[in-house]
């Protein structure tokens, strides 16, 4: 079948076969590899990016359902080469490491600030306990949303 | 495909440098193995056995070969070389021919142009399978058939135990292991299976090179010994296969085992095709190894005045079906448990067994977190007999340099033991939350499952201990290779792998001060260009790294000092210093020294518990680490708040669950790891004695965080419910009081 959807403000257009997830569509037929593929199950938030707005998990949206829909990633954050200023956040507080997680948590922050652009500890904590990281101990992913949300 | 320089950047050794690759990877440009593209590329898929030990009376792909979009479907018939394959012994089959001996062992392998026509056609092979007994019990695995009737002979001076499924035991006798204390505490301590559970799933892309070589582009710890391992199976000389480093999405000792590697190759080689492929979560739990469980007697006894006479210590460890480095473990869990005291008597035991349980291997800590959770168990139980503080007791038998281990070795070099305690003791404990509270900052958090009525609070202590680098006898090393450019720049080729620990900024920290500049590009991982860096594990990454990159820029100033200028490409191989194993029969020295240096780390964890439902939050951790000498203090807090993560994660939540030896939880809903939620505010000194055997000063520091934290966290949950928990991950029902403990 073929899907039509809005990417990063671009119109892309491609074939894909019924079965396959917007996370699928998005690494493997457009070619952007940005969000990650950690579990495809929905409870790591690797693959998270913004569906018309809302922060959805790519690997539990079908391709086909967001035919027609418009989508952010995290390769549709930065301006060029200025990063965007949650992923200059995360790069100055140390908060990569290995990175799997990271575009998805970078998108989940960015969701955040949106509608809460001073959030507490706890309402980190909160927001972002949908995204697994295995290496960080999260303590520098905490300090790079309080430093985006200071920039 | 990945392979990617990494350019300048600034910093020098001891500065806090933000990470070059942190652009690409917020970015989502960073190439992971998952990543990775090829034109005509196939997808690979492996079919799995569904039981943990059957014999495989006849495998049918017939029906597999002819469904749309299959280039190849293979089995053990296929493999051209050697038929297997291991770290320590080659016990493992590149695909089970008579028998399977663990829940998904690779049995056979599909290519085909759609991932789901793979994993369609991996559905249509037709294997016959006649279920044999499984030894599940690693007490009873040494009464049982062996798993591995043709074992390879041990070698390596490791005393031979005529026992079925022994893998490997280990004792160390010091002193008299009779002598008697004035107390004595004793206790049994159970720990379950964890997993690395690193985000990023085995992956990797295979090409073949058109001539019967292959390149093969992998998220792997160790490049070459990749090498050597996958050339054999192939039936290709070492040159023909070439090991790459794709993008590493986490590691932490699992991904030191072969994965993909010779899977993807072998489908390569023979569609002539580009193969990549990628596990799923559930094939990524299945797929590698895990912590080994343990299971450890013990008995510590002691002077009146609170001094160690002797510690014994009978461990068991479950290797699962294949050897994987189970030997190194067992030997690390003896070497490391008693912890960084000094006792004059003491009698160890370690064995690691096969079962048909899931192969256990290397994972941060390696051995030391499981013995370190029993014998620190066993330190409180002591300090309450004798009615000592812990942390009192703890200084009082602190190993110091000059104090002999158990293994006859003498601690030289730096062994600030009684500093980190004493550092560690001195963070200040925050004060208890006032209730009523937000029910997130309760035990049980969001769902809102109390008021507090039932929460007590529990302060705990602990204090960790191991080894960095190879030990026993192993020849170490790590290459890097220098080339110096007529204006001034520098590329630095070395095959150390980054898996998110952060060598490749250590790297250029060490080349961009021992060369005075800042043009300096770290060049692709790879087999072809260097010799080997050794595996990122043991925490020697940091050390051998920095050894070799100094080595080799100080050769390359020299000879162009010689040469008067031009163009100069040296490589230097760094070793550090000389280990030999340990004598068979009474786990003794037979040189100077069996472990290279040691690193510790000691942390105070406050946790709260739910009495009433067994549920638990860990509020704060404050934590003193042996780091020598800090080369990048941010990556090190970074190292130190993600390793305290691991270990609150096996004290409290990550386990593995068989039945009859197969996973029931492999998937991140049912293996539950922490969370933003389950995290506490980590609060860290660096403890710096500079390592005088090292380059810099500096020790490895990924490794004692996770091997303190689980001890601390279990210690804090007994301050606060007063039951021993003597396994974890603890259970809510031991906290309630519903299971026997
Ligand atoms: S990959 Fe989508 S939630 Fe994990
Ligand atoms: S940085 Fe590795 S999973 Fe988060």
Same mark, same amino acid.
């Given at each position: 079948?073929?899907?039509?959807?809005?990417?990063?403000?671009?119109?892309?257009?491609?074939?894909?076969?019924?079965?396959?997830?917007?996370?699928?569509?998005?690494?493997?037929?457009?070619?952007?590899?940005?969000?990650?593929?950690?579990?495809?199950?929905?409870?790591?938030?690797?693959?998270?990016?913004?569906?018309?707005?809302?922060?959805?998990?790519?690997?539990?949206?079908? *391709?086909?359902?967001?035919? $027609?829909? #418009? &989508?952010? @990633? =995290?390769?549709? +954050?930065?301006?060029?080469?200025?990063?965007?200023?949650?992923?200059?956040?995360?790069?100055?507080?140390?908060?990569?490491?290995? *990175?799997?997680?990271?575009? $998805?948590? #970078? &998108?989940? @922050? =960015?969701?955040? +600030?949106?509608?809460?652009?001073?959030?507490?500890?706890?309402?980190?904590?909160?927001?972002?306990?949908?995204?697994?990281?295995?290496?960080?101990?999260?303590?520098?992913?905490?300090?790079?949303?309080?430093?985006?949300?200071?920039? | 495909?990945?392979?990617?320089?990494?350019?300048?950047?600034?910093?020098?050794?001891?500065?806090?440098?933000?990470?070059?690759?942190?652009?690409?990877?917020?970015?989502?440009?960073?190439?992971?193995?998952?990543?990775?593209?090829?034109?005509?590329?196939?997808?690979?898929?492996?079919?799995?056995?569904?039981?943990?030990?059957?014999?495989?009376?006849?495998?049918?792909?017939?029906?597999?070969?002819?469904?749309?979009?299959?280039?190849?479907?293979?089995?053990?018939?296929?493999?051209?070389?050697?038929?297997?394959?291991?770290?320590?012994?080659?016990?493992?089959?590149?695909?089970?021919?008579?028998?399977?001996?663990?829940?998904?062992?690779?049995?056979?392998?599909?290519?085909?142009?759609?991932?789901?026509?793979?994993?369609?056609?991996?559905?249509?092979?037709?294997?016959?399978?006649?279920?044999?007994?499984?030894?599940?019990?690693?007490?009873?695995?040494?009464?049982?058939?062996?798993?591995?009737?043709?074992?390879?002979?041990?070698?390596?001076?490791?005393?031979?135990?005529?026992?079925?499924?022994?893998?490997?035991?280990?004792?160390?006798?010091?002193?008299?292991?009779?002598?008697?204390?004035?107390?004595?505490?004793?206790?049994?301590?159970?720990?379950?299976?964890?997993?690395?559970?690193?985000?990023?799933?085995?992956?990797?892309?295979?090409?073949?090179?058109?001539?019967?070589?292959?390149?093969?582009?992998?998220?792997?710890?160790?490049?070459?010994?990749?090498?050597?391992?996958?050339?054999?199976?192939?039936?290709?000389?070492?040159?023909?296969?070439?090991?790459?480093?794709?993008?590493?999405?986490?590691?932490?000792?699992?991904?030191?085992?072969?994965?993909?590697?010779?899977?993807?190759?072998?489908?390569?080689?023979?569609?002539?095709?580009?193969?990549?492929?990628?596990?799923?979560?559930?094939?990524?739990?299945?797929?590698?190894?895990?912590?080994?469980?343990?299971?450890?007697?013990?008995?510590?006894?002691?002077?009146?005045?609170?001094?160690?006479?002797?510690?014994?210590?009978?461990?068991?460890?479950?290797?699962?079906?294949?050897?994987?480095?189970?030997?190194?473990?067992?030997?690390?869990?003896?070497?490391?448990?008693?912890?960084?005291?000094?006792?004059?008597?003491?009698?160890?035991?370690?064995?690691?067994?096969?079962?048909?349980?899931?192969?256990?291997?290397?994972?941060?800590?390696?051995?030391?977190?499981?013995?370190?959770?029993?014998?620190?168990?066993?330190?409180?139980?002591?300090?309450?007999?004798?009615?000592?503080?812990?942390?009192?007791?703890?200084?009082?038998?602190?190993?110091?340099?000059?104090?002999?281990?158990?293994?006859?070795?003498?601690?030289?070099?730096?062994?600030?033991?009684?500093?980190?305690?004493?550092?560690?003791?001195?963070?200040?404990?925050?004060?208890?939350?006032?209730?009523?509270?937000?029910?997130?900052?309760?035990?049980?958090?969001?769902?809102?499952?109390?008021?507090?009525?039932?929460?007590?609070?529990?302060?705990?202590?602990?204090?960790?201990?191991?080894?960095?680098?190879?030990?026993?006898?192993?020849?170490?090393?790590?290459?890097?290779?220098?080339?110096?450019?007529?204006?001034?720049?520098?590329?630095?080729?070395?095959?150390?792998?980054?898996?998110?620990?952060?060598?490749?900024?250590?790297?250029?920290?060490?080349?961009?001060?021992?060369?005075?500049?800042?043009?300096?590009?770290?060049?692709?991982?790879?087999?072809?260009?260097?010799?080997?860096?050794?595996?990122?594990?043991?925490?020697?990454?940091?050390?051998?790294?920095?050894?070799?990159?100094?080595?080799?820029?100080?050769?390359?100033?020299?000879?162009?000092?010689?040469?008067?200028?031009?163009?100069?490409?040296?490589?230097?191989?760094?070793?550090?210093?000389?280990?030999?194993?340990?004598?068979?029969?009474?786990?003794?020295?037979?040189?100077?020294?069996?472990?290279?240096?040691?690193?510790?780390?000691?942390?105070?964890?406050?946790?709260?518990?739910?009495?009433?439902?067994?549920?638990?939050?860990?509020?704060?951790?404050?934590?003193?680490?042996?780091?020598?000498?800090?080369?990048?203090?941010?990556?090190?807090?970074?190292?130190?708040?993600?390793?305290?993560?691991?270990?609150?994660?096996?004290?409290?939540?990550?386990?593995?669950?068989?039945?009859?030896?197969?996973?029931?939880?492999?998937?991140?809903?049912?293996?539950?790891?922490?969370?933003?939620?389950?995290?506490?505010?980590?609060?860290?000194?660096?403890?710096?004695?500079?390592?005088?055997?090292?380059?810099?000063?500096?020790?490895?520091?990924?490794?004692?965080?996770?091997?303190?934290?689980?001890?601390?966290?279990?210690?804090?949950?007994?301050?606060?419910?007063?039951?021993?928990?003597?396994?974890?991950?603890?259970?809510?029902?031991?906290?309630?009081?519903?299971?026997?403990?």
């Amino acid at each position: 079948m073929k899907i039509a959807l809005t990417v990063n403000g671009e119109c892309r257009e491609t074939e894909a076969w019924g079965g396959e997830s917007l996370l699928y569509v998005l690494r493997e037929r457009l070619g952007l590899l940005g969000s990650k593929n950690a579990c495809e199950q929905g409870e790591c938030g690797s693959c998270s990016v913004l569906l018309d707005g809302v922060l959805v998990c790519a690997c539990l949206v079908l *391709g086909a359902q967001a035919d $027609g829909h #418009v &989508v952010t @990633t =995290v390769e549709g +954050l930065a301006d060029g080469d200025r990063l965007h200023r949650v992923q200059e956040a995360y790069v100055q507080a140390g908060a990569v490491q290995c *990175g799997f997680c990271t575009p $998805g948590l #970078v &998108v989940a @922050t =960015v969701d955040l +600030l949106e509608s809460n652009p001073s959030p507490s500890d706890d309402e980190i904590r909160e927001a972002l306990s949908g995204n697994l990281c295995r290496c960080t101990g999260y303590a520098k992913i905490f300090d790079a949303v309080h430093r985006a949300a200071m920039s | 495909m990945s392979a990617t320089a990494t350019t300048p950047g600034v910093g020098r050794v001891g500065d806090s440098v933000p990470r070059l690759d942190g652009p690409p990877k917020v970015k989502g440009e960073f190439a992971y193995a998952s990543d990775l593209q090829a034109a005509g590329m196939l997808w690979g898929h492996t079919l799995r056995s569904p039981h943990p030990h059957a014999r495989i009376v006849e495998i049918d792909v017939s029906a597999a070969l002819t469904m749309s979009g299959v280039h190849a479907v293979l089995t053990h018939d296929d493999v051209p070389g050697q038929k297997t394959y291991g770290l320590e012994f080659a016990d493992q089959p590149v695909l089970a021919h008579d028998r399977v001996r663990y829940f998904g062992e690779a049995v056979a392998l599909v290519a085909a142009e759609h991932p789901e026509q793979a994993r369609r056609a991996a559905e249509a092979i037709r294997v016959v399978y006649e279920e044999l007994p499984v030894v599940s019990d690693m007490e009873r695995a040494t009464e049982m058939e062996p798993l591995h009737p043709e074992r390879p002979t041990m070698g390596h001076g490791y005393r031979d135990d005529p026992r079925p499924n022994v893998v490997r035991h280990m004792v160390i006798r010091h002193g008299d292991p009779d002598a008697q204390g004035d107390v004595s505490v004793t206790g049994v301590y159970e720990v379950g299976i964890q997993d690395q559970a690193f985000l990023g799933p085995e992956s990797g892309l295979a090409v073949p090179d058109g001539e019967g070589g292959v390149d093969i582009y992998v998220a792997t710890q160790w490049l070459h010994v990749d090498r050597d391992q996958v050339a054999p199976c192939l039936g290709l000389d070492p040159e023909q296969v070439r090991i790459h480093l794709a993008g590493v999405g986490g590691a932490f000792g699992g991904r030191e085992d072969l994965s993909m590697q010779i899977h993807g190759a072998l489908l390569a080689l023979h569609t002539s095709r580009p193969v990549k492929i990628v596990y799923n979560r559930e094939e990524s739990f299945v797929g590698h190894i895990h912590r080994h469980p343990a299971r450890m007697w013990c008995e510590h006894r002691a002077t009146r005045d609170g001094r160690l006479v002797n510690v014994r210590m009978r461990i068991l460890l479950d290797g699962g079906a294949y050897a994987s480095s189970s030997t190194a473990v067992a030997s690390n869990a003896a070497s490391f448990a008693v912890g960084p005291y000094r006792v004059d008597n003491a009698l160890i035991e370690a064995t690691a067994v096969y079962t048909n349980n899931p192969p256990c291997g290397a994972m941060r800590g390696f051995g030391a977190v499981q013995t370190c959770f029993a014998a620190e168990a066993q330190m409180d139980l002591l300090a309450a007999e004798l009615g000592i503080d812990p942390v009192d007791l703890r200084l009082l038998n602190a190993l110091a340099p000059g104090d002999v281990l158990p293994t006859g070795q003498v601690v030289e070099g730096s062994c600030p033991v009684a500093e980190t305690i004493r550092a560690a003791a001195a963070i200040p404990v925050p004060p208890a939350e006032e209730l009523p509270r937000d029910p997130i900052r309760l035990p049980g958090g969001a769902g809102n499952t109390t008021r507090g009525e039932g929460v007590r609070r529990g302060v705990g202590f602990a204090v960790g201990f191991k080894n960095i680098c190879y030990s026993e006898g192993f020849d170490d090393s790590c290459a890097a290779r220098v080339v110096l450019r007529a204006d001034g720049s520098a590329e630095v080729h070395c095959a150390a792998a980054e898996v998110g620990q952060g060598v490749t900024g250590v790297i250029l920290q060490v080349a961009r001060t021992e060369l005075g500049t800042d043009a300096v590009t770290l060049m692709p991982h790879t087999t072809s260009t260097v010799g080997s860096a050794g595996s990122a594990s043991a925490s020697r990454m940091t050390w051998m790294a920095a050894g070799a990159v100094r080595d080799a820029c100080r050769a390359a100033l020299e000879q162009r000092e010689r040469s008067g200028g031009g163009e100069v490409d040296v490589e230097r191989v760094h070793r550090h210093p000389r280990t030999t194993p340990l004598d068979p029969e009474s786990g003794q020295v037979t040189g100077e020294r069996a472990h290279v240096a040691f690193a510790c780390a000691a942390m105070r964890v406050v946790a709260e518990v739910d009495v009433e439902l067994g549920l638990t939050r860990v509020v704060w951790v404050g934590t003193a680490q042996d780091v020598g000498r800090a080369i990048n203090p941010i990556a090190l807090e970074g190292q130190i708040e993600g390793g305290t993560a691991q270990g609150i994660g096996l004290a409290l939540m990550e386990e593995i669950q068989t039945r009859d030896g197969r996973i029931t939880n492999a998937s991140f809903t049912d293996y539950l790891i922490p969370t933003a939620l389950d995290m506490p505010p980590v609060e860290s000194v660096l403890v710096e004695v500079p390592e005088p055997a090292a380059p810099y000063g500096a020790k490895g520091v990924g490794e004692p965080p996770t091997v303190v934290s689980t001890a601390a966290v279990a210690a804090a949950l007994r301050a606060a419910t007063g039951k021993p928990l003597r396994r974890v991950p603890v259970r809510p029902d031991e906290i309630v009081g519903l299971a026997l403990s």
